[in-house]
Nanobody, 124 residues
Framework: QVQLVESGGGLVQTGGTLTLSCAAS????????MGWYRQTPGNQREFVAY???????NYEDSVKGRFTVSGDNAKKTVNLQMNSLKPEDTAVYYC??????????????????WGQGTQVTVSS
């Protein structure tokens, strides 16, 4: 099984900076991508950013220019540096990993694993 452990959440003032970190462990045959979603009460989880194993990145429009996602494929880690934080960035942030699992010799299955979530609160 694969486990994801996040760290780095907390309380920050508007305009401040936080960096979230996430580490994956367990049986990982091939890492496809890692990234972040966020969720506020009563709303669906929404995409924030991802980085692929070949270092391609993508961001949700509202965080472009403020957030930076980075990763270390060998260490199976992903970070999210969040600058110029706004109250609307307040949410529980979830790390995820897309992994190719070896099902049997020559057969693979793409699975998504999630962390437990870390709270980010931006005060106005």
């Amino acid at each position: 099984q694969v486990q994801l452990v996040e760290s780095g959440g907390g309380l920050v003032q508007t305009g401040g900076t936080l960096t979230l970190s996430c580490a994956a462990s367990g049986t990982i045959f091939s890492l496809v991508a890692m990234g972040w979603y966020r969720q506020t009460p009563g709303n669906q989880r929404e995409f924030v950013a991802y980085i692929t194993s070949d270092d391609r990145t993508n961001y949700e429009d509202s965080v472009k220019g403020r957030f930076t996602v980075s990763g270390d494929n060998a260490k199976k880690t992903v970070n999210l540096q969040m600058n110029s934080l706004k109250p609307e960035d307040t949410a529980v942030y979830y790390c995820y990993a897309e992994i190719m699992d070896l099902v049997s010799p020559g057969r693979y299955k793409r699975n998504t694993y999630w962390g437990q979530g870390t709270q980010v609160t931006v005060s106005s």
